[in-house]
């Protein structure tokens, strides 16, 4: 990097881009970085070296993306999302600044292997799941987009737990992310922001004799920030991440050292550090720890603290809705709205119904679920202990929010009670979601059904009482990394055929539809896919030692463990399969060879999902093993399942399982990318697939199962599973094989509580929608046998998916939303 200086200004510009000229920045990162000749370096020596070189690539991007967004005053996106699911940073960074065969020349001339350096990078896997995942598309769109956007959130010391199993059992391994060093990230120590908990809140009389509440609060933790690039792709821009890491305010306490009691002396320092530690494991369902909103509490106040910060000394703060935006990303940052409130009135002095109404315009709010269990709850005792004066601010808004629904339904109690920010029952607690909506400009849904179900049945009080509040935006993923970077075949493949473009017009895809019906480019699709099965079957030998055919039909599910996704569904499909081969009754040579591929890390304290990771892989193991088969249907489950296995896995599928009970999955992302990367989808009537298939067709998609409504009717007359398992003989065989010990001969009972709790309870239907599924199965083998009708649905798959780009929903956000603007028109 050459530092200028220009009338008085530092221009830092980017180095060459030459392979002679990356060589050089690289050894010289190496020697002068790490501190090794090229001789000596380990690999991981190399990655940091070369990752450090490339962020160099970036760096005057990023400042003057600084730069410009301070000197156009543009209104900002401030993103707060307790996950940021983002995936390795080396690929990305190479595709964004357009470096990628340079560097792989470069590091060639070396003698090192670019590959072998992509390996060593740990994915930050500072996200669960799809809500993390969707953060880190936004992020990557807003830069792509040159719109104004900082992403807050929180940096864990260990991210979700790696996945291992053990005799087909998940056992959790914490996940070690910063051990080898960290190359994309920048602390910041000197912009640390003090963050208080606890203590008390107090009456006061100020200056101008106006009696004003405030806080005493009795314990703080300092909240470090480390920068992380967001770069848009090959557009100049870089946005930031800023994520927060806890330390004590105090380093420890020396006298208590010296005295040898060394373990009293840093308690103050664990303490405080523990707050960024760990992510929660947990995945659409709320944790009721202490932990847990101390976390949220923390990222959003050193967030809003930092955004204000960052104002001019004179800014009127009146005027904040016009520079910000915080979108809260579910209910996690929904503390912020009390915060920022005690920020305007108890620091500010500005009056209270001003300080609202401008609140008011600064947040929105996202709703990601539908599952009433994952409604984020707080108890009134813990919040007021932890956060005494936001209890009380909350407590107000709900008083004031109250009498207005008093005024607009008179005499309408039970009403009250609903709307209420505060439960009463079981215990007393603080209805996160409700606070979001009041508080909110905008409320919105992830998909079109989603967004109906959210008025309708989730928060039907407030859309009576606001229609205007809510609004939906369809969820998208970013073709950068789950197109041009994880499929480079199919990239190649399309810009050969379309032209680049459509990296960052994704609607463009739509002129492929013609070449559906050009059976040379079908040819070449296929190849494509062949490809990516090989490519895929050398990870996961390399991985996993698992054995991966490819002249066999991919068929994926790949998600979080979860009973309303209903892997169960899945896997009684395999079990029924199985046992009608070795029953005699189905010929294994008659259906096409299938591979059933599974992904899914279950949260560690969900029995019935680890119960149910330990049943697919046992089934797995007896299939596989079984001489009967004839190879015709093979289960691979490979641990662990990450964003890399995703970009590895995804372009190989053919088959997209999207089964969830209709209702249940507000969207789904993975729809979309298996779409995208021209995987057939079997699915239900839910979430995105709904769009998905209208955009595809009907002719491209396997629809099955009940409907929304059907669901409901179904569960208000009372459902009964066990009807389902007497009436259909093939279901029954499935369970019954599953229930005789077949698959755990070591402990035939061990699966009892799965077939129990689906014969007695079956909370999301399976068993109703059981032979559908089959059928839809069916269908789906009889599509496939027609190669080129196969191909022709893919490639159709792939060009009328366009609409599930991440710049398209951050458009809608920005239309419907923030009212913001890219700082270049579009
Ligand atoms: C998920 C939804 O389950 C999924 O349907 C959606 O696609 C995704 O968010 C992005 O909107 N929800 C969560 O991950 N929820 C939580 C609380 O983790």
């Not at 739509?510 to 494509?528: G, I, K, S, T």
């Not at 490639?795 to 366009?802: F, K, M, P």
Request: proline share 5%; hydrophobic share 40%.
């Amino acid at each position: 990097m050459t530092e200028n200086r220009v009338n008085g200004t530092v221009s830092v510009t980017a180095p060459q881009h030459s392979v002679e000229g990356f060589a050089k920045e690289f050894l010289r990162e190496l020697n002068f970085g790490q501190g090794v000749p090229l001789s000596r370096a380990s690999v991981n020596d190399q990655y940091l070296a070369l990752a450090r070189t490339v962020r160099e690539y970036l760096m005057a991007r990023w400042m003057e993306t600084l730069r410009r967004q301070r000197d156009a005053h543009a209104k900002t996106v401030a993103y707060l999302s307790a996950e940021y699911l983002l995936g390795r940073q080396l690929d990305n960074a190479l595709i964004a600044t357009d470096l990628t065969e340079i560097v792989e020349e470069a590091l060639t001339s070396l003698g090192i292997d670019l590959a072998t350096l992509r390996e060593q990078e740990v994915e930050p896997g500072l996200g669960n799941g799809g809500l993390g995942r969707l953060a880190a598309c936004f992020v990557d769109s807003l830069a792509t987009m040159s719109v104004p956007c900082i992403g807050y959130g929180i940096r864990y010391e260990y991210g979700i737990f790696r996945q291992t199993f053990v005799d087909g059992w998940q056992v959790e391994q914490p996940d070690t992310w910063l051990s080898l060093g960290a190359p994309w990230e920048f602390p910041h120590p000197e912009d640390a922001v003090t963050v208080h908990f606890g203590g008390s809140t107090e009456t006061y009389t100020d200056d101008d004799g106006v009696t004003r509440s405030r806080w005493v609060p009795a314990w703080d933790v300092l909240g470090v920030p480390y920068n992380y690039m967001v770069p848009g792709y090959q557009n100049g821009r870089v946005n930031t991440l800023r994520l927060w890491s806890a330390r004590a305010t105090k380093a420890f306490d020396l006298q208590i050292f010296n005295s040898g009691d060394y373990a009293e002396a840093v308690r103050a320092q664990t303490f405080a550090e523990n707050i960024s530690k760990v992510l929660y494991p947990e995945d659409s369902t709320p944790q009721g720890k202490e932990l847990r909103l101390q976390q949220q509490y923390f990222f959003v106040a050193c967030s809003i603290r930092d955004f204000l910060d960052g104002l001019p000394a004179d800014f009127d703060l009146h005027r904040l809705p016009d520079v910000v935006m915080f979108q809260l990303n579910d209910t996690h940052p929904v503390i912020g709205v009390p915060e920022l409130m005690r920020i305007l009135v108890d620091e500010k002095k500005i009056a209270w119904d001003e300080a609202w109404a401008i609140t008011q315009k600064c947040f929105a709010y996202t709703c990601h679920t539908l599952l009433p269990e994952a409604l984020e709850v707080w108890p009134v005792e813990l919040l007021g202990r932890l956060l005494p004066r936001h209890l009380e601010i909350i407590y107000r808004i709900n008083d004031e929010f109250l009498a207005q629904v008093r005024q607009a339904y008179p005499n309408d109690e039970l009403r009250l009670r609903r709307m209420s920010i505060i439960a009463e029952h079981p215990e007393r607690s603080v209805r996160m979601a409700f606070l979001a909506t009041i508080a909110g400009a905008k409320v919105n849904g992830v998909a079109a059904l989603h967004s109906q179900l959210l008025r309708d049945n989730v928060l039907p009080d407030f859309s009576e009482l606001w229609p205007d509040k809510f609004t939906n935006v369809t969820n998208g993923v970013t073709p950068r990394r789950f197109v041009r970077l994880a499929n480079p075949a199919l990239s190649d493949l399309i810009t050969d055929a379309i032209g680049p473009g459509w990296v960052t017009d994704l609607e463009r895809l739509r002129e492929m539809e013609p070449l559906a019906d050009d059976a040379e480019f079908r040819e070449r699709f296929r190849a494509v896919k062949l490809a990516n099965k090989q490519r895929l079957a050398g990870v996961l030998a390399t991985r996993d030692g698992i054995e991966l055919r490819t002249d066999a039909m991919l068929d994926v599910m790949v998600k979080r463990l979860h009973e309303y996704k209903r892997q169960t569904l899945k896997v009684l499909h395999i079990v029924s399969l199985y046992e009608r081969i070795i029953s005699g009754e189905l010929d294994p040579a008659s259906i096409p060879p299938r591979v059933f591929a599974f992904g899914a890390k279950a949260a560690p304290g969900y029995k019935m999902a680890k119960q149910i990771i330990g049943l697919i892989n046992h089934v797995g193991a007896t299939v596989n093993a079984d001489p009967r088969v004839q190879g015709a249907l093979t289960v691979v489950f490979p641990p662990n399942y990450n964003v890399t296995l995703a970009e590895k896995l995804i372009p190989a599928a053919d088959l997209s399982e999207q089964i969830s009970l209709a209702g249940k999955e507000a969207s789904g992302t993975g729809n979309m990318k298996f779409a995208l990367n021209g995987a057939l989808t079997i699915g239900t009537d839910d979430g995105a697939n709904v769009e998905i298939r209208e955009l595809v067709g009907d002719d491209n998609f396997f629809l099955f199962g009940l409907l929304e409504p059907q669901v409901a009717e179904i569960q208000a007359v009372g459902y009964d599973p066990s009807k389902y398992y007497e009436e259909n003989a093939t279901l029954r065989r499935a369970i019954d094989l599953i229930a005789s010990g077949t698959f755990s001969p070591d402990d035939k009972r061990v699966f009892e509580p799965i077939v129990s709790n689906l014969l007695t309870e079956d909370r999301f239907l399976a068993l109703a929608d059981f032979q559908a599924y089959l059928d839809a199965q069916e269908r789906v083998d009889v599509a496939y046998r027609d190669v080129e009708g196969w191909t022709r649905s893919a490639i159709l798959n792939v060009a009328r998916s366009g609409f599930f780009s991440s710049d398209r929903s951050m458009w809608d956000y920005i239309d419907r939303i923030w009212h913001s603007q890219p700082v270049v028109a579009r």
